[in-house]
Nanobody, 126 residues
């Protein structure tokens, strides 16, 4: 059974930093692309970062480029999202996800990801 568990969310002031973690189990983690998405209340779920199986390829939308960094540790079955210079508009529930059909090319559509965690809340205050 595939399981993804996020942690590290919380309340932070604008300009601050948070590091999210996602622990994976139940599959060969190092074979697949991993992604982070977020969903604010009343809005669609948006892609914020993705990483290939070996970490060589990463992809970010313009909204977070230069502020967020995705990384992974395949020895620990973990993927991370370092978030710096946080803004109130970054407030959302953050989800990690796994794309079981890709290993090198990062997809940005949530439809391409088969497995999801339960999410962790990030709140950025003024």
């Amino acid at each position: 059974q595939v399981r993804l568990v996020e942690s590290g969310g919380g309340l932070v002031q604008a300009g601050g930093s948070l590091r999210l973690s996602c622990a994976a189990s139940g599959l060969t983690f190092q074979s697949y692309v991993m992604g982070w998405f977020r969903q604010a209340p009343g809005k669609q779920r948006d892609f914020v970062a993705g990483i290939s199986r070996n970490g060589a390829n990463t992809y970010y939308p313009d909204s977070v480029k230069g502020r967020f960094t995705i990384s992974r540790d395949n020895t620990k079955n973990m993927v991370y999202l370092q978030m710096n210079s946080l803004k109130p508009e970054d407030t959302a529930v953050y989800y990690c996800a796994l794309d079981q059909h890709r290993s090198l090319v990062v997809a940005s559509s949530e439809r391409e990801y088969e497995y999801w965690g339960q999410g962790t809340q990030v709140t950025v205050s003024l």
